[in-house]
């Protein structure tokens, strides 16, 4: 598949969307920043970067992924038809992959034949291993030690693909934390190794380099909906936010419509146990402009300006920042921002499961929950289009356990974390 | 941009300067705040203070992604007994009763946009605080941070690497009232093993054509013989981690200082 990516007018020259992105980084980094600004744009204007990461998407991810009528689940809402746009079909299992890839050729491009990432529930390390592995990079993966605990299961796999995964304890031991460490590992080894960042947050150029390797989801759907409907636009677009890169993806290739043209944008925040709990993570909703891994954004922090620990059921939204770009579509009015609590997600997601065969990650259930309730009021004359942006392996285990079943979790650990030893020992 | 000279920043030179004409590298301790605990804090300080110029306090950060795991696990305590940015303000507050010093606080940017960037100068400035250390804030990212600094009478420092360009020098030294902090090693702050001071002498040999203040380097300096290797090319040497070790090993902290302020004789 020919593939180009895209040129959108934000950010400007300094990276910032509106107020938001930046460069607040420690200056060791900014020439890495520099060399990486300009390593990408030359990348991205060369046919030879762009024909291999387009017949990788086709034939190692299986792009173009399905747009789906999810047709009971439309009669179920009883209103706008509701269409899937199956990221969980990619290989390894979510969107992750597109930027994992993508940015894995851009090292080997840059000569850097040591790719560093972070990762929280795991499934940005394992996309990150895979490309590492398929292009023969040495890959290490920094993980919370909350994280690992939690999932024993990807943490193998990153294992098995020949990454080595660092444990990280400082701080809460999450997301937020390995992203800490990644970053120290970064500017301590900023010469020769290059940082696969997993979302579009971080220091610029990451967000609008996350952003335009994650856009081909928007641009596919695009072209899809053209031949289902007889418009590229649906009237509605809903996906979930955590740092938000698959957002993104499905938003920005018609963020910079006019606004006539420019369908509703809907980013569903994980509330978590509720904003006014203060257990959650979302950071629009409950959050405040500050400063995080580099960037300027809506966080998650107290007056003090302590960073406050996020929490929501999917761990892949479990961030306390939100991308610069998102925050510029808020204030904007570009993209409304809605919160979906831990309970919403995990109904949406048994909905899903049982009206369409389809066990949806509890990150994408957050906008399946949404899209559902959008679907009453904009009635049957509209057309929503929900990222499911990965699939729900990965959860079953922590859905199992949510929904008490019998099996015991406890026992269920300490048979992988047995499987592990013998196995990697 | 030539800020008039603030308060803060004639302090600190002076501080500088007298260590020059006594044949010295100027020593800059650093201590987080609040660490070991609250109570302790100002005993481990005023330790400190017998033997330094000027001192460095860390206001304890949650995600502090310049430093390395002393620093790290100094401010997680500092925090968990309480001590958040304006707690450090206060403490400052009284120990500038006690010393004269020039005391510079050292904090990553997001607490001054949490507290609000005039109000957390005006608590510096009603603290006694001579300036700033701004480690993620490379100085093109915000540049009312400065002004209001200036209008408040502090001087700011910024920091360049062992990465650093000649033109991001340039950039990097021209806004810079306080002092140049050059940091020794591409990584982040801790005592290393082994000395790896290496790329010190380029990097100074770069700030020094563009640099308008005095140059300090700190990051991996420990112990009496690395300061008097950086003291030969530097005009102060900055010290946290291998405080924050002694502190928390229960060893004689003013032994320690006495012994790397003996190393920063020329």
């Known amino acids: ?425 | 941009m030539t800020a008039t000279l603030t308060r803060g920043a004639e302090r600190i030179h002076a501080a500088f300067d007298r260590a020059k004409e006594e044949g010295r590298a100027a020593f800059m301790p650093f201590m987080t705040a609040g660490y070991p605990s609250a109570e302790e804090f100002p005993a481990v300080v005023d330790t400190l203070l017998a033997h330094a110029d000027l001192l460095e306090v860390g206001i304890p950060y949650s995600d502090p992604l310049g430093d390395g795991p002393t620093v790290q696990r100094a401010s997680e305590q500092a925090l968990a007994g309480g001590t958040s940015t304006r707690r450090t303000l206060a403490l400052v507050k009284d120990l500038r009763e006690r010393h004269d010093t020039p005391i510079v606080v050292m904090t990553y940017v997001n607490p001054i946009y949490a507290v609000g960037p005039r109000e957390f100068m005006r608590l510096c400035k009603d603290a006694g605080v001579d300036g700033l250390i701004l480690p993620d804030l490379p100085p093109d990212q915000d540049l009312e941070i400065a002004d209001l600094a200036a209008e408040h009478g502090l001087a700011v420092t910024f920091l360049i690497a062992p990465t650093s360009t000649p033109g991001r020098v340039r950039l990097v030294a021209d806004a810079c009232t306080g002092f140049l902090y050059a940091v020794s090693v591409t990584g982040v702050t801790g005592a290393r093993e082994g000395s790896a001071l290496g790329e010190v002498p380029a990097m100074l040999a770069l700030a020094r054509e563009h640099a308008r203040v005095p140059v300090a380097v700190g990051f991996g300096v420990k112990d009496a013989a690395t300061a008097h290797q950086v003291a030969r090319v530097a005009d102060g040497v900055v010290v946290g981690s291998a405080f924050i070790n002694a502190v928390r090993e229960g060893q004689d902290v003013g032994t320690l200082a006495a012994s790397i302020a003996e190393g920063c004789r020329r």
Not at chain 1, 213 to 230: D, H, P, R, T
Not at chain 1, 324 to 347: F, I, K, N
């Open chain 1, 1 to 425: 598949m020919s593939l180009t990516l895209p040129s959108y007018p934000q950010p400007d020259g300094r990276g910032r969307y509106g107020r938001f992105g930046g460069r607040y980084v420690p200056e060791t980094l900014i020439p890495a920043l520099d060399e990486l600004e300009a390593a990408y744009q030359a990348a991205k204007a060369d046919p030879a970067f762009l024909n291999e990461l387009g017949r990788l998407f086709k034939e190692f991810v299986g792009r173009p992924s399905p747009l789906y009528l999810a047709q009971r689940l439309t009669d179920h809402a009883g209103g706008a038809k509701i269409y899937l746009k199956r990221e969980d079909f990619n290989y390894t299992g979510a969107h992750k992959i597109n930027n994992c890839l993508a940015q894995a050729l851009l090292a080997v491009r840059m000569g850097k034949r040591r790719v560093i990432a972070e990762t929280g529930a795991g499934q940005h390390g394992v996309a990150s291993a895979t490309a590492a592995a398929l292009l023969g990079l040495d890959c290490v993966v920094y993980m919370g030690a909350e994280d690992i605990r939690r999932q024993a299961l990807n943490v193998f796999r990153m294992r098995l693909l020949g990454a080595e995964v660092r444990e990280v304890t400082s701080g809460t031991s999450t997301l937020k934390d390995a992203t800490n460490e990644a970053i120290r590992d970064w500017v301590t080894n900023v010469r020769d190794t290059f940082y696969i960042l997993g979302s579009v947050v971080g220091p610029h150029p990451y967000p609008a380099m996350v952003r335009d390797f994650q856009a081909v989801i928007g641009e596919e759907v695009k072209v899809q909906l053209q031949v289902v409907e007889g418009r590229s636009a649906p009237d509605a677009i809903v996906a979930c936010v955590g740092g938000g890169s698959n957002a993104i993806g499905i938003f920005a290739p018609y963020a910079y419509l006019p606004e006539g043209e420019r369908p509703r944008l809907i980013g569903t925040e994980a509330a978590g146990e509720g904003v006014e709990s203060g257990r959650h993570a979302a950071s629009m909703a409950g959050g405040r402009v500050g400063v995080l891994h580099g960037s300027m954004m809506y966080l998650l922090n107290d007056d003090e300006g302590q960073i406050v620990p996020p929490h929501s059921i999917s761990a892949g939204l479990d961030y306390p920042g939100i991308g610069p770009e998102h925050c510029h579509y808020s204030e904007t009015g570009v993209a409304e921002y809605v919160p979906v609590t831990d309970a919403q997600a995990l109904e949406a997601l048994q909905l899903l499961t049982r009206l369409e065969g389809i066990i949806p990650a509890l990150e994408s259930a957050h906008a399946v929950y949404h899209a559902v309730r959008l679907a009453q009021e904009l009635g049957p004359e509209g057309v929503i289009v929900v990222n499911l942006s990965g699939r729900g392996d990965k959860d079953v285990a922590e859905v199992m356990r949510l929904l008490e079943m019998e099996r015991d979790q406890d026992l269920l650990d300490k048979d992988v974390e047995r499987v592990i030893e013998e196995v990697v020992a």
